[in-house]
């Protein structure tokens, strides 16, 4: 029967790793810190989104005067004994009881510090993107903990490099394939 049409689902959709990868990213435009954006997503069994987090300040604490620099002859002029990762604002946001046995998506291989917060919440895997500072003291320590602890680490590439989000889509004015690019 020609009346009949099949629609079949749409096939470029985003798949979940792509989807919790790209809130991280999205999640990370709202820090403020002028030389590193980092964002990250903590997801449960079920795929729910239980936690998001982005590099800032504490609570409370102006970032406005606090500093942001990378380097000074005073670390207390840096950013370093004050910034809050993203890691941990995810951990501390959790909308529910807590996050254990969850997968956290991360833009960067979480330090040391993060390593040990990681393990006390209980999470069971790390997904992140860039490994860019493998080499150091940090990230070999958090390894170790990472490993000894049973925590799952992997590197993630996502299956397409920039997904455009333009808000005329839904009016049409889109791309021809709807947001992603
Ligand atoms: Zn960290």
């Known amino acids: 029967n020609s009346d009949i049409i099949v ?15 790209a809130v991280a990213f999205l999640s990370a435009q709202r820090s403020k810190d002028p030389s590193s954006q980092v964002g990250a997503c903590i997801v449960n069994q079920d795929n729910k989104i239980v936690g998001i987090g982005y590099n800032g300040m504490p609570n409370g604490c102006d970032d406005d ?31 529910s009881a ?17 390593a040990k917060l990681i393990i006390q919440a ?7 993107l860039s490994d860019k500072y493998h080499h150091t003291p940090e990230m070999t320590a958090s390894r170790r903990l990472l490993s000894m602890a049973g925590v799952h680490f992997r590197q993630y590439q996502p299956k397409t490099t920039e997904i455009v989000i333009n808000f005329n889509s839904i009016n049409g004015l889109g791309t021809a394939n709807g947001t992603i690019q």
């Not at 254990?100 to 991360?106: H, I, P, Q, R």
């Not at 209980?122 to 992140?128: A, R």
């Open 98 to 114: 807590d996050v254990k046995g969850c997968s956290m998506y991360v833009a960067l291989f979480p330090c040391n510090e993060c």
């Open 122 to 128: 209980g999470l069971k895997e790390v997904i992140y």
């Open 65 to 95: 005067l606090l500093p942001w620099s990378r380097c000074a002859e005073n670390k207390l002029d840096t950013k370093y004994p004050y910034v809050c990762h993203a890691e941990l604002n995810a951990i501390m946001n959790k909308n």
């Open 7 to 21: 629609t079949k689902k749409r096939d470029n959709y985003l798949e979940w790793p792509d989807y919790f990868m």
